[in-house]
C-alpha cells in the first residue's frame, strides 16, 4: 500500500509506455485528468480526496505536475473560456494541487512542477527561438486577465509560432508564481493547516519547481528520470527543500518576475476568482 504511486494520465502514450516496461513489484493505479477543465479537475480530485480518505489509497507522497501543453500558430480556448495555455499549464494545476493538499503525506509529501526556462525572457535558451527578442516581450504578466483571457500574444496580433511559445511560457511563469507564493504565504501548506506565515510556526511542506532548458527532446521520460529522482534526493536537496528551484539537476533561481511577490499575490488572488474556488474545496485555511 506504502508503495503505490498514483497515475494520473489523458493518454500520456510515453508514460503508458514506461510503465508497461516496468517491474511488477511497484503498483500503480490510473486517473485520467482532463486540464482543459476545471470540471473535470474538480471530479478527479474529489474521486483521489475520498480514496485516500477511506484508505483505499495510500496519502500522496510526492504530486508531480508533469503535463504540459504548447502551441503554436493557433490559439484554443477551454469549457471555461479561458487561454488554454495559461489553464493546461497553471490554473488547472493550481486547483488541483489545492484540492489535493488534504491528501497529501503530511510528513513527507512534495509538490513538483515542471517549469521551462520560456517562463524566462532573457534565458539564452530561448535565443535560438527569438520569442521575446523584442522589448514588448520582457514582461510575461501585466495583469492576470490578459494571460487568462488570451488576450496577450495572442493568435490574432501575431499570427506566427512565436505567439503559442510566449503564452506556453507565461503559463510555466504562472505555475512557477505558484509555488513561490505558497511557500512563502502559508506556514506548512501541504499540512493543509493554511496558517499565514507571519501568524503561525513554519511547518513541515516542501516544493520543488525544476526547469529543465538542459532537456533533449529525444528522451524525455529518461531525462524527467533523472529530474524525479533528484527530488528525492534529501542529501543534498535536504528533508524539506522549500520552493526550490532546479535547472536540470543544479538548484538556481527563477526570473526576476517569478520572484516578483507583488504579482505573486495578484495572481493567487486573481486564480481564486478564475478557478472559482469556493469554501470547502481546499483543507488550506485563509486561502482567500
Ligand atoms: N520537452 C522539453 O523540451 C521540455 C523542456 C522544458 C520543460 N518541459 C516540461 O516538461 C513536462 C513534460 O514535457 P514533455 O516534453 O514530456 O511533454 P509531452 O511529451 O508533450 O507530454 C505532455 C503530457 O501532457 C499531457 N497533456 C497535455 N494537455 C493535457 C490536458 N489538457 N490534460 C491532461 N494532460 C495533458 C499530454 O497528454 P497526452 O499524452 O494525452 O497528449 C502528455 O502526456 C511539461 O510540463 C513540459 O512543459 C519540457
Excluded at 128 to 138: A, H, R
Excluded at 146 to 171: C, E, I, N, P, V
Excluded at 185 to 210: H, P, V
Excluded at 239 to 263: F, H, I
Aim: glycine share 8%; aromatic share 8%.
Amino acid at each position: 500500500m506504502e508503495s503505490t504511486p498514483l497515475v494520473i494520465l489523458s493518454t500520456a502514450s510515453k508514460l503508458q509506455d514506461a510503465l508497461a516496461g516496468a517491474s511488477s513489484e511497484h503498483q500503480h493505479d490510473e486517473y485520467s485528468l482532463d486540464l482543459s477543465s476545471l470540471a473535470n479537475v474538480r471530479l478527479v480530485a474529489n474521486t483521489i480526496n475520498m480514496r485516500v480518505a477511506d484508505g483505499s489509497l495510500p496519502p500522496i507522497r510526492a504530486l508531480v505536475l508533469n503535463a504540459g501543453y504548447q502551441e503554436h500558430t493557433e490559439q484554443y480556448f477551454s469549457e471555461d473560456s479561458l487561454d488554454m495555455s495559461v489553464q493546461c499549464n497553471y490554473l488547472s494545476h493550481w486547483l488541483l494541487t489545492l484540492m489535493l493538499l488534504q491528501s497529501m503525506d503530511k510528513q513527507r509529501g512534495r509538490i513538483l512542477v515542471l517549469g521551462s526556462s520560456t517562463h524566462d525572457p532573457n534565458h539564452p535558451a530561448n535565443d535560438s527561438v527569438g520569442m521575446f527578442k523584442d522589448k514588448q516581450w520582457k514582461i510575461l504578466l501585466h495583469d492576470t486577465h490578459g494571460l487568462a483571457k488570451g488576450t496577450w500574444s495572442s493568435a490574432r496580433d501575431d499570427s506566427s509560432f512565436k505567439a503559442g511559445f510566449r503564452r506556453y511560457g507565461a503559463g510555466k511563469l504562472c505555475e512557477i508564481m505558484m509555488m513561490r507564493h505558497a511557500e512563502r504565504t502559508y506556514a506548512s501548506w501541504i499540512e493543509g493547516f493554511g496558517g499565514r506565515r507571519d501568524s503561525r510556526a513554519a511547518g513541515s511542506s516542501s516544493s520543488i519547481t525544476a526547469d529543465e532548458s538542459k532537456w533533449g527532446n529525444s528522451d524525455n521520460v529518461k531525462v524527467c528520470g533523472r529530474c524525479s529522482s533528484r527530488i528525492f534526493d534529501s542529501k543534498s536537496l535536504g528533508e524539506m527543500p522549500k520552493a526550490l528551484y532546479l535547472n536540470g539537476t543544479d538548484v538556481t533561481q527563477p526570473s526576476p518576475e517569478a520572484r516578483d511577490m507583488v504579482k505573486q499575490g495578484m495572481l493567487w488572488r486573481d486564480s481564486i476568482t478564475y478557478a472559482n474556488l469556493q469554501q470547502g474545496e481546499t483543507t488550506l485555511s485563509d486561502w482567500d
